[in-house]
T-cell receptor, first 112, second 113 residues
Framework: AQSVTQLGSHVSVSEGALVLLRCNYS??????LFWYVQYPNQGLQLLLKYTSAATLVKGINGFEAEFKKSETSFHLTKPSAHMSDAAEYFCAVRRAGTALIFGKGTTLSVSS | DTAVSQTPKYLVTQMGNDKSIKCEQN?????MYWYKQDSKKFLKIMFS???????INETVPNRFSPKSPDKAHLNLHINSLELGDSAVYFC????????????FGSGTRLTVV
């Protein structure tokens, strides 16, 4: 069964520092992969998605992710963190023909 | 206009009660979903409907019953509420069952006391 594993339930960075949130997937076939963000008391918002086109995917708010088949990874990065990036981030994989399966989430804290 | 709207936003109720959560989308999407987010923020798919037809029914107690009167609405009825049902329930929709992008509602926080 397809699934994703997010490494690190909590990541803390300083404002202006690099953000790196890790996600590994398990799949027997190239998957469709996603990153979603959830701000406090809100629903989920799509940051970016990989659908077997370019391996480097650019998303909203300056985030990007790189699909690496050899490492079965889809890590999310942002060169310079902003206070407003503090939120919960979810990696997700789409099971063929059905629904999104989410990782357990990573809480990103940004300090000034 | 809110794309996916859920009502109510907060729901506090006693054990044993029956309650419903409503979801409506104005995006013209064919597929709708219910997810449960537990206290550890883990999101799990519960149900999915495509054009009023149930297509996903995960391992969920049969006290939970989804209903889709039309493709713009997907309601969730819960019977005999238990403490463990306390969670945030999210409704989502997508263009169709193959679409990549989901649009989520803002959630319904259910607290069972």
């Amino acid at each position: 069964a397809q699934s994703v594993t997010q490494l690190g339930s909590h990541v803390s960075v300083s404002e202006g520092a690099l953000v790196l949130l890790r996600c590994n997937y398990s799949s027997s076939v190239p998957p469709y992969l996603f990153w979603y963000v959830q701000y406090p008391n809100q629903g989920l918002q799509l940051l970016l998605k990989y659908t077997s086109a370019a391996t480097l995917v650019k998303g909203i708010n300056g985030f990007e992710a790189e699909f690496k088949k050899s490492e079965t990874s889809f890590h999310l990065t942002k060169p310079s963190a902003h206070m407003s990036d503090a939120a919960e981030y979810f990696c997700a994989v789409r099971r063929a023909g059905t629904a999104l399966i989410f990782g357990k989430g990573t809480t990103l804290s940004v300090s000034s | 206009d809110t794309a996916v709207s859920q009502t109510p936003k907060y729901l506090v109720t006693q054990m044993g009660n029956d309650k419903s959560i409503k979801c409506e989308q104005n995006l013209g999407h064919d597929t709708m979903y219910w997810y449960k987010q537990d206290s550890k923020k883990f999101l799990k798919i519960m149900f999915s409907y495509n054009n009023k037809e149930l297509i996903i029914n995960e391992t969920v107690p049969n006290r939970f019953s989804p209903k889709s009167p039309d493709k713009a609405h997907l309601n969730l009825h819960i019977n005999s509420l238990e403490l463990g049902d306390s969670a945030v329930y999210f409704c989502a929709s997508s263009q169709d069952r193959q679409s990549y992008g989901y649009t989520f509602g803002s959630g319904t926080r259910l607290t069972v006391v």
